[in-house]
């Protein structure tokens, strides 16, 4: 039992595998039993238990974790207290099957569902106009999914505007009309045909289809294709011991998640790189190191002459042992090692050892030769405890202890842009060799990640920030990072109907250097988001028409999927190992009404995508002219919805102007946007850094923040607070962040979820007969553990008794009674004094217009 207690992971594997089959016996017969065995070896480091042994242990934990499941109200496990992150483990996740089925949805919503009318009607409502997407979702906004088929190449398309046909379009006996842009088309003699019968035509009845396009095998497509999936894990060696610990158990957990037929790769990379062959009998590792000469142009040996790529891609089925074994051996480089290498003396204060910029390069280089043949995109995990400092690409972090002596600079405005440029140009070298990166840094020193977080978002990868190895998700993150379909090689291309057109877009992608409105996504999974915003495209507006506005969205992406394949003598398919490339369409056409008047846009808002939208622009506005200039804007921008709303209320004469009225009191879907403006400028997103909001969180959140779909992001700046009167009983739904509202709810428990952490707090005076922690399957729990798995990341979930235990995380997140500025915790300001200066601004802003 020792090493399932001490490694928190492999009980959640357990846990994983018992829940999900809910039976012993079939665990027993699987292989993946064998897996968790052999990694419950490597990780206890008892090489010598026997196989009999172990299933034994192995099987007394798993009838454990069963019979724990089954029990109604299990007493807390002793060990509970010492490892907490063990107590607090997963549940099975549905999502965590490995390679689940592409989702099938795109979600759209719209700031305003009534689009303004005219351009001085969009001017007069000072809301944001303008769409988030997320092409690749789970679940759409309104859990539709798209009709599906094949045939997407063969979708009839617009001569005009290259729209494409939905069941918007008229149809007329030889030909349709473009729902976008109205022109008349013909049929060609392969439509007219079609058309005919037309249950074989998704798009006749439909207006969200997802069709699948042939792929040209020529392309490296098409079910002859083995497209394999390739993971390389890059590790940082110039680090701790317990860097490396938790680098070793998110990469056995990485294992966990891979499927058969996937390929391996492990790299370190310190003032040396290693290339590991996991194949043969035991691991070996070769080294190349790297010139400390900047003016050297890369590696002198080309990594293809060190080890043949294919020795270094290891199958996952056949090399999961060795991989692990290989694993184990991992040690930091020593210090000394480093200094001898670089050529410094014995004596002399160490700087540099972390190769990372030069290795990078040249794994890229390395991998970019099988591009198209083995691996249609190679995910590559790069692990980092703290900045380069040898080598290419190396990052002066000198610039972090100087950003007070930039006298006059905003202190927050020094640290946010790129250094170099080297990260964002090796992030291009990257897309091109078909090589996706997700960079994970563990460190609470300054790393720069805002030179750094190009080369993850720029070629579809994410990036994730750990301050401490001690509670960090990271090996339940790279779990779900691997477990869930991803899409990639996508183009997104929106189109709308003529009156109006899109104006700046938002998101992780690259636009097209040739056409305008399409955009490129290297890499995304089921919550990347996007936006747009509108423009009109004459002073017309919707006027000359009556028909409603149009919005075509269309996402082409590829999809690696496993070929099932049946053997000779059996009737029994199964899986083969071999995959196919598959490229599908999905097209989704919306149609919005223009709004007769200004109180119909007011109805119509959807606060949280308006929010989505604000936090985009504000992380535009921030990284180019500092986070001053971004709260500022915000902030103006509030006191000018206000002053609008009230002038559109004085005009209906509905309420006179004598007083602003800055609650839309009228308007329950504007109602939540002051709070959300004012935990936006709370959130460390915005906040100053005199405040304490150390750089690379910042950029960490901004990476993170502009991925998010709309809910996600409104938990994250204004996080949904619950009231439980008891673990089974919900007591209110929402609360606003105020200590004075948990005051007067009077409730027992609270659950604050804030997107990244999870806290469940027991106030002071809650009954001491309430069990705490909440028992594990009470309703609490149940919410708790379906919140974590709708998450893209996971979130950390702590549990705070009020009377006992420290308190500050919980009320640091009771906003309203904080000063907006961050002046400290004051006296009845915060909300309600935030509140009354933006009801000054929009007081003047109607005077000066009156008078003007
Ligand atoms: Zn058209």
């Excluded at 107590?87 to 303004?116: D, G, K, N, Y």
């Excluded at 992406?557 to 490339?581: D, H, M, R, W």
């Excluded at 369409?585 to 808002?605: F, M």
Aim: hydrophobic fraction near 40%; glycine fraction near 6%.
């Amino acid at each position: 039992m020792a090493a399932f207690q001490k490694h928190p992971f492999l009980w959640q594997i357990l846990e994983h595998v018992a829940v999900e089959r809910s039976l012993l016996s079939p665990i027993l017969e699987n292989r993946a039993f064998s897996d968790v065995a052999r990694a419950a070896e490597i990780i206890s480091g008892q090489r010598r238990i026997p196989e009999i042994h172990l299933r034994v242990q192995a099987c007394q934990t798993v009838a454990a974790v069963t019979r724990r499941v089954a029990r109604p109200s299990p007493a807390p496990s002793p060990c509970r207290r010492s490892l907490p992150h063990l107590a607090e483990r997963e549940r099975a996740q549905p999502e965590a099957r490995a390679w689940s089925l592409p989702p099938r949805a795109m979600a759209v919503r719209a700031t305003i569902s009534r689009f303004p009318a005219t351009p001085e009607a969009l001017e007069s409502c000072a809301v944001q106009w303008g769409v988030a997407v997320t092409p690749f979702a789970a679940a759409d906004e309104r859990g539709q999914p798209p009709t599906t088929g094949s045939g997407g190449d063969l979708v009839p398309r617009c001569e005009h505007c290259w729209g494409y046909f939905s069941s918007h379009c008229d149809l007329e006996r030889w030909g349709w009309s473009c729902a976008l842009c109205g022109t008349l088309n013909g049929f060609d003699d392969d439509t007219a045909r079609r058309f005919q019968r037309p249950d074989a035509c998704p798009e006749l009845n439909a207006s969200f289809v997802d069709l699948e396009i042939p792929v040209d095998e020529a392309e490296g497509g098409g079910d002859a294709v083995q497209a394999r999936p390739v993971y390389v894990a890059a590790v940082d060696l110039a680090c701790s011991e317990e860097f490396l610990e938790l680098i070793k158990s998110s990469l056995l957990a990485a294992l966990e998640a891979l499927i058969p037929g996937s390929l391996f790769g492990l790299i370190t990379f310190s003032h040396k790189i290693g290339l590991y062959d996991l194949q043969g009998p035991i691991p070996v590792v070769k080294n190349i190191f790297i010139p400390p000469d900047l003016e050297e142009d890369g590696m002198p040996v080309a990594l293809e002459d060190v080890m043949p790529l294919l020795s270094f891609l290891a199958p996952i089925d056949t090399c999961k042992d060795r991989i692990a074994a290989a694993l184990e051996t991992l040690r930091p480089t020593s210090s000394w090692e480093r200094g001898a290498a670089s050529g410094q003396e014995e004596d002399t204060v160490l700087l540099g050892g972390r190769g990372f910029g030069t290795a990078m390069s040249a794994l890229i280089d390395y991998l970019s030769s099988e591009y198209g043949s083995t691996f249609a995109l190679a995910r590559v995990f790069a692990f980092l405890s703290g900045a380069p400092d040898y080598g290419a690409g190396l990052l002066d972090t000198r610039r972090y202890g100087e950003q007070y002596a930039s006298k006059g600079v905003d202190a927050d405005l020094a640290l946010l842009p790129e250094q170099i440029p080297f990260y964002r140009d090796l992030a291009a070298v990257a897309v091109q060799a078909g090589v996706c990166i997700d960079v994970f840094a563990v460190t609470d020193e300054y790393t720069d990640l805002a030179s750094l977080k190009f080369l993850s978002i720029e070629s579809g990868g994410s990036l994730f920030l750990y301050a401490n190895t001690d509670d960090s998700t990271l090996p339940q993150d790279i779990y779900r990072l691997l477990s869930r379909p991803y899409a990639f090689g996508c183009v997104l291309r929106l189109r709308t109907s003529s009156d109006f057109e899109p104006g700046n877009s938002y998101g992780h992608f690259f636009p097209d250097p040739q056409y305008e409105n399409v955009q490129h996504i290297i890499c995304c999974d089921s919550f990347a988001t996007y936006a747009y915003d509108f423009d009109f495209a004459h002073n017309d507006g919707f006027s000359r028409h009556t028909d409603p506005a149009v919005i075509q969205i269309a996402f082409q992406y590829s999809v690696i999927e496993p070929v099932e394949e049946t053997s000779g003598n059996e009737s029994q398919s199964s899986a083969s190992n071999k995959f196919c490339l598959k490229r599908r369409l999905r097209i989704r056409t919306s149609q919005y009404r223009p709004a007769r008047n200004i109180s119909e846009i007011y109805d119509s808002v959807d606060p949280e995508v308006v929010l989505h939208i604000l936090v985009h622009k504000v992380i535009l506005e921030s990284l180019e002219k500092g986070v001053r200039e971004g709260r500022q804007q915000v902030q103006a921008w509030l006191a000018l919805l206000a002053a609008r709303y009230n002038q559109a209320l004085s005009s209906d004469g509905r309420t006179p102007m004598s007083s602003i009225d800055i609650d839309f009191s009228q308007c329950p879907q504007l109602q939540m946007v002051p709070q959300l403006v004012f935990a936006l400028l709370r959130s460390p997103l915005l906040r100053l850094h005199e405040e304490g909001v150390h750089p690379d969180y910042r950029i960490y959140l901004q990476c993170l923040f502009s991925a998010l779909e709309p809910s996600s992001l409104a938990k994250a700046i204004y996080p949904v607070l619950i009231s439980y009167s008891s673990p089974d009983k919900q007591a209110f739904p929402r609360h606003s962040l105020s200590r004075a509202a948990l005051i007067m709810s009077e409730s027992p428990i609270f659950l604050l979820d804030a997107f990244t952490n999870l806290i469940v707090y027991y106030s002071s005076t809650a009954d001491p007969s309430i069990p705490f922690p909440p028992p594990r399957d009470c309703l609490l729990r149940t919410r708790i553990n379906k919140l974590k798995q709708d998450r893209c990341i996971t979130p950390k979930l702590t549990f705070i008794h009020g009377g006992k235990d420290d308190s500050t995380l919980f009320e640091n997140y009771l906003i309203e009674e904080q000063d907006v500025d961050g002046s400290g915790f004051t006296t009845g300001s915060g909300f309600v004094a935030f509140r009354e200066s933006v009801r000054n601004v929009a007081a003047e802003i109607v005077q000066e217009e009156m008078e003007s």
